[in-house]
C-alpha cells in the first residue's frame, strides 16, 4: 500500500517547540495517531485525532489536521530532553495502524 | 487491566532456524495484530486477526511465515526458516474492535 510518510530527523534545543510532520493516505481515515518509542521500548500512545477534528491540545502537545492535505503534525511545547525519541504517525486503515517510518526528535540541552 | 503480554523478549537463532512467537492480547479484545520492525523502520502490518479468522494477511511472506490464533485468544507466529533479513522487533498488539490498541514490549528477534 501507499506510505504513510514522514521526516526522519529533527533537531532541536530545550525549552523550544517541536514540530514534526507528517503525510497520510487514507482519507476516510477515522483516527490518525501519534506514539513515542524511547530506545529499546514498547510504542507508547501519545496521542490521537478523530478525523472530523482540525485540532487537539492535551497539555504540551497540540495535534493540527488538514484533511484537505492529509497533513498531520505534533508541536511539543517547552520540549524537554526526556522528549528524546522516535516518534510515529499512524492512520487507521479499515481496523489496522498503519505506521510512518518514524522521525528521530533529538533535544539538546 | 493487564497489558498484551509476549514471549519471548529475545530470541537468538542461525540462519535456517525456526523460531515461534507467543502472545496473550488483553481479555476480551476480539482484534489481533502482529507487527515486524525492523531497525530504523516503523511497524509494519503481518497479520490482523479478528477472533480467530484472518482479516489481512497480504502482508505476510507465506512461504516462511506463519500465523494462528486457536480459539479466538492467544496467537503464535511462527517463522521456518529464519533469514538474516527477518531479524526485527515483532510485536503484537489488540483493540476491541474499533481504535484501543495496545501494544506489547515486543519480541527481539536476531538471526545470525
Not at chain 1, 476516510?28 to 491540545?57: C, H, R, V
Amino acid at each position: 500500500g501507499e506510505d504513510v510518510e514522514q521526516s526522519l530527523f529533527l533537531s532541536v534545543r530545550e525549552g523550544d517547540s517541536s514540530v514534526i510532520n507528517c503525510t497520510y493516505t487514507d482519507s476516510s481515515s477515522t483516527y490518525l495517531y501519534w506514539y513515542k518509542q524511547e530506545p529499546g521500548a514498547g510504542l507508547q500512545l501519545l496521542t490521537y485525532i478523530f478525523s472530523n477534528m482540525d485540532m487537539k491540545q492535551d497539555q504540551r502537545l497540540t495535534v493540527l489536521l488538514n484533511k484537505k492535505d492529509k497533513h498531520l503534525s505534533l508541536r511539543i511545547a517547552d520540549t524537554q530532553t526526556g522528549d528524546s525519541a522516535i516518534y510515529f504517525c499512524a492512520e487507521s486503515r479499515g481496523t489496522a495502524l498503519i505506521f510512518g517510518k518514524g522521525t528521530t526528535l533529538s533535544v539538546s540541552s | 487491566e493487564a497489558g498484551v503480554a509476549q514471549s519471548p523478549r529475545y530470541k537468538i537463532i542461525e540462519k535456517r532456524q525456526s523460531v515461534a512467537f507467543w502472545c496473550n492480547p488483553i481479555s476480551g479484545h476480539a482484534t489481533l495484530y502482529w507487527y515486524q520492525q525492523i531497525l530504523g523502520q516503523g511497524p509494519k502490518l503481518l497479520i490482523q486477526f479478528q477472533n480467530n479468522g484472518v482479516v489481512d494477511d497480504s502482508q505476510l511472506p507465506k512461504d516462511r511465515f506463519s500465523a494462528e490464533r486457536l480459539k479466538g485468544v492467544d496467537s503464535t507466529l511462527k517463522i521456518q526458516p529464519a533469514k538474516l533479513e527477518d531479524s526485527a522487533v515483532y510485536l503484537c498488539a489488540s483493540s476491541p474492535g474499533s481504535g484501543g490498541y495496545t501494544f506489547g514490549s515486543g519480541t527481539r528477534l536476531t538471526v545470525v
